[in-house]
Nanobody, 121 residues
């Protein structure tokens, strides 16, 4: 079993900052890609940012220049630093990890439980 635990969500005023963390644990042989999705009420799920094991990052156009994704491979943890937050960033943020499970040697995506980010204007 592989588990992802997120932390860092909450309520912040527009223009403020939050930092999300997501740690993967369990029967992990190797974590490949990690990232964050978000989903706002009535909207489709959106890929916010992703990062490869080597550190190459990709961002949604809506967050470029404001959000920074990073990871600590030794801790199997991914971070999302969110600055200059806007009301439209309000959503449930979920992390994922594409990981190879150590018993099956099969790579698949694993998901966190989601954390609410609310930006008040």
């Amino acid at each position: 079993q592989v588990h992802l635990v997120e932390s860092g969500g909450g309520l912040v005023q527009a223009g403020g900052s939050l930092r999300l963390s997501c740690a993967a644990s369990g029967d992990i042989l190797r974590v490949i890609d990690m990232g964050w999705y978000r989903q706002a009420p009535g909207k489709q799920r959106e890929l916010v940012a992703s990062v490869t094991r080597g550190g190459s990052a990709n961002y949604a156009d809506s967050v470029k220049g404001r959000f920074t994704i990073s990871r600590d491979n030794a801790k199997n943890t991914v971070y999302l630093q969110m600055n200059s937050l806007k009301s439209e960033d309000t959503a449930v943020y979920s992390c994922y990890a594409n990981a190879v499970e150590s018993r099956s040697f099969v790579a698949r995506n694993y998901w966190g439980q989601g954390t609410q980010v609310t930006v008040s204007s």
